[in-house]
C-alpha cells in the first residue's frame, strides 16, 4: 500500500525566507502528485498539481517539483508571508485512489 | 458558482446517534469521495464512489455507511457502531483532466459526539 511521509511535521521560519517542504511516497506508479493548503477548521485548497511525466510545475512564488523514480516531491516557497500560515499537504494518485502525507504545518513569523 | 458544498458546518450529536452528513456537487464529477481527518493523521479514505449506484469501501469504512442515488450528491451516514466518530469529515470529486486526475474538496462538516 502507499505510503506517504512529510517532512518537517511543523515548521516556523521569519517573514521574507525561502522554504523547502518535503514529500516522500513509497511506490513510484503514480499519475500524479497534488499540493494542498489547508487553513484551520477549513476544507482542501489546491495549490499544484505534476503529472508523473512532468518535473515540475510553478505557480507564483510556489515551485513544486516531482522525482518519480526515488519517490520525492518537494514544495518550493520564495519569499514567504505570514499569509502563507497553514498546513501544507501532498497527495498522490494511482488513478483510484489519492494518498495522503500528514501534512507540514508551516508559521510564517512576522 | 461551481463547487463542493458540505453541510452543516458544525454538528453535534449524543452518543448513539446515527447522523448523515452531506455533501453535494455541481462541477459534474463522476467520483466522490468521503475523507476523515483527525490531528496529526492526515486524510483516511472512508468511502469512494465512482459512479452513481456504485461505491467501494475505503480503509477506515466500519461504522459507516454511503449512498449514490444521484451523480451531485453523496451522502455519508455515521452509525453508533463507529466507535470513535469525533472528527472532521472532508468530501471530495475526483475529474479526469486528459492525463491526470485531479481532486477538489469542500469545506468540510465538524462532528462532534458526545
Known amino acids: 500500500k502507499q505510503e506517504v511521509t512529510q517532512i518537517p511535521a511543523a515548521l516556523s521560519v521569519p517573514e521574507g525566507e525561502n522554504l523547502v517542504l518535503n514529500c516522500s511516497f513509497t511506490?513510484?506508479?503514480?499519475?500524479?502528485l497534488q499540493w494542498f493548503r489547508q487553513d484551520p477548521g477549513k476544507g482542501l485548497t489546491s495549490l499544484l498539481l505534476?503529472?508523473?511525466?512532468?518535473r515540475e510545475q510553478t505557480s507564483g512564488r510556489l515551485n513544486a517539483s516531482l522525482d518519480k523514480s526515488s519517490g520525492r516531491s518537494t514544495l518550493y516557497i520564495a519569499a514567504s508571508q505570514p499569509g502563507d500560515s497553514a498546513t501544507y499537504l501532498c497527495?498522490?494518485?494511482?488513478?483510484?485512489?489519492?494518498?495522503f502525507g500528514t501534512g507540514t504545518s508551516l508559521t510564517v513569523i512576522p | 458558482d461551481g463547487g463542493i458544498t458540505q453541510s452543516p458546518k458544525y454538528l453535534f450529536r449524543k452518543e448513539g446517534q446515527n447522523v448523515t452528513l452531506s455533501c453535494e456537487q455541481n462541477l459534474n464529477h463522476d467520483a466522490m469521495y468521503w475523507y476523515r481527518q483527525d490531528p496529526g493523521q492526515g486524510l483516511r479514505l472512508i468511502y469512494y464512489?465512482?459512479?452513481?449506484?456504485?461505491?467501494q469501501k475505503g480503509d477506515i469504512a466500519e461504522g459507516y455507511s454511503v449512498s449514490r442515488e444521484k451523480k451531485e450528491s453523496f451522502p455519508l451516514t455515521v452509525t453508533s457502531a463507529q466507535k470513535n466518530p469525533t472528527a472532521f469529515y472532508l468530501c471530495?470529486?475526483?475529474?479526469?483532466?486528459?492525463?491526470?486526475?485531479?481532486?477538489?474538496f469542500g469545506p468540510g462538516t465538524r462532528l462532534t459526539v458526545t
Open positions: 497527495a498522490v494518485s494511482n488513478g483510484n485512489q489519492f494518498y
Open positions: 511506490d513510484s506508479a503514480i499519475y500524479n
Open positions: 505534476i503529472q508523473s511525466s512532468q
Open positions: 471530495a470529486t475526483k475529474t479526469w483532466q486528459g492525463a491526470y486526475y485531479e481532486q477538489y
Open positions: 464512489s465512482q459512479i452513481v449506484n456504485d461505491f
